[in-house]
């Protein structure tokens, strides 16, 4: 087996393993239990134009991944020369995401949402990887990307991470906003102890 066969596997199952996870937490939240006009409503509420461009940059990568894992003659110049020690890191990197967006998800339970609200009768979440990062299903989102950058050796892949990190501050600032509305005090306190998705080392 080549090195590069070797990757598009772990690539292929690596993807296979984060979307279960996501998947299987994504239905047990209380928000994949309200009817589709209850979901529509709060999309809307979210922002029309932020759910749309969530699509858009979900879909395009299935179909950038896709063209990846055939090895797709057309994309051959969007690969670059990597160590093959440093494409094992990656491999290794998105290995360790699955235990942590599992240790995320379990947390904070049926506080999740897929949209930026917070359940009825919520608290405030602080234990567990909430303790030390506000945001550690994004953290594990950019370790796990981070590590099929690497795996992949592609430009394209390494488009979408980049493509996608504004977006993906944008809405952590706006996560952020609502729940300072929804707990004020408690949680600016909860903002100066924590680093938003790395642990505050000082």
Same mark, same amino acid.
């Given at each position: 087996m080549t090195l590069d066969l070797a990757m598009r596997i772990i690539f292929l199952l690596s993807w296979i393993i984060f979307g279960?996870?996501?998947? #299987? =937490? !994504? @239905?047990? %939240?209380?928000? &994949?239990?309200?009817?589709? %006009?209850?979901?529509?409503? %709060?999309?809307?509420?979210?922002g029309l134009a932020g759910g749309i461009l969530l699509l858009v940059l979900f879909y395009s990568f299935f179909i950038v991944a896709f063209l990846y894992l055939i090895d797709f003659p057309l994309i051959s110049w969007s690969y670059f020369p990597l160590l093959p020690e440093i494409r094992i890191i990656g491999a290794i990197l998105g290995v360790l995401s699955f235990p942590y967006i599992h240790w995320a998800h379990k947390t904070l339970g049926s &506080?999740?949402?897929? $949209?930026?609200? $917070?359940?009825?009768?919520? *608290? +405030?979440?602080?234990? !567990?990887?909430? &303790?030390? *990062?506000?945001?550690?299903? =994004? %953290?594990?989102?950019?370790?796990?990307?981070? !590590?099929? *950058?690497l795996v992949s050796a592609n430009l394209l892949?390494?488009? #979408?991470?980049?493509?996608?990190?504004?977006? $993906?501050?944008?809405?952590?600032?706006?996560?952020?906003?609502?729940? +300072?509305?929804?707990?004020?005090?408690? #949680?600016?306190? #909860?903002?100066? @102890?924590?680093?938003?998705?790395?642990p505050k080392l000082f």
């Open positions: 279960g996870i996501r998947i #299987y =937490y !994504g @239905r047990e %939240s209380p928000w &994949a239990k309200q009817s589709r %006009s209850e979901r529509f409503e %709060s999309i809307k509420k979210d &506080a999740f949402s897929a $949209t930026i609200q $917070t359940q009825e009768a919520s *608290v +405030l979440v602080t234990k !567990g990887p909430f &303790a030390r *990062v506000r945001h550690p299903i =994004y %953290s594990s989102h950019t370790l796990f990307n981070f !590590g099929l *950058v892949i390494l488009a #979408y991470l980049l493509v996608g990190i504004p977006f $993906t501050y944008k809405r952590m600032f706006k996560e952020e906003k609502t729940l +300072l509305d929804d707990f004020g005090e408690e #949680y600016e306190e #909860y903002m100066k @102890r924590t680093g938003r998705i790395f």
